[in-house]
């Protein structure tokens, strides 16, 4: 769909599936972009900053988007107008990455890091009512129900797991049955809560699977 001269990663649909936002990779400044799926026409989202934007996150109305800014070799949350207008909004104070907006757009999860160690955090678009929900893993994912909260934690042998957080009581289940060989691993839930999609080392390679989420009910 995109053939820029730069790595193009972290796509995320607009919630009427019209459009997809995503960030360019490895070149400073990181920018994020947009793309129409019909047409295929690109736009960046803020020209000529001079900070790295990325991974951004579409709200569920579709209006904001929040994302990663990077400056001073700190990483802030910020929110803005989903459709580039308007000026760029800091939330909170503190440093965070890989946020991710919650069902009902009333809270953003987030991580301090994109490492595994440092747990999540729950934050409102105003920047208020700041909670830890997690002590450690990382890049969180929302159960579409809103009460739970996927997680990238590390096992016993350094591998990837993928925990379950129920919000209300803190209680932490790991998923069963997947088997991953080293961190980078990735995953979402599908909107009908049915299905886990996520890449896993099987044999020899890594593959895309798709499963139904043991922490769904």
Known sequence: MTSG????????????????????????????????????????????????????????????????????????LYVRASDGTGEARRVGTVEGVVPRWSPDGKWIAFSPSRGFGGGAFLVHPDGSGLKRVAETGGWPVWWPDGEKMGLQTLGPEGNVEFTVVTLATGETRVLPGLRFSGVNYPFDISRDGKWLVTTNEVDESDEIWLLEPAGKK
């Not at 947009?34 to 989202?45: E, F, I, M, P, Q």
């Open 5 to 76: 001269k730069m790595l193009e990663i972290y796509g995320r649909y607009a919630p009427d599936g019209q459009e997809i936002f995503y960030n360019t990779w490895r070149q400073e400044p990181l920018s994020l972009w947009r793309v129409d799926r019909k047409s295929g026409r690109t736009r960046v989202l803020e020209p000529k900053v001079a900070t790295s934007d990325s991974f951004g996150d579409i709200s569920p109305d579709g209006k904001w988007l929040v994302f990663v800014r990077t400056e001073n070799n700190a990483s802030h």
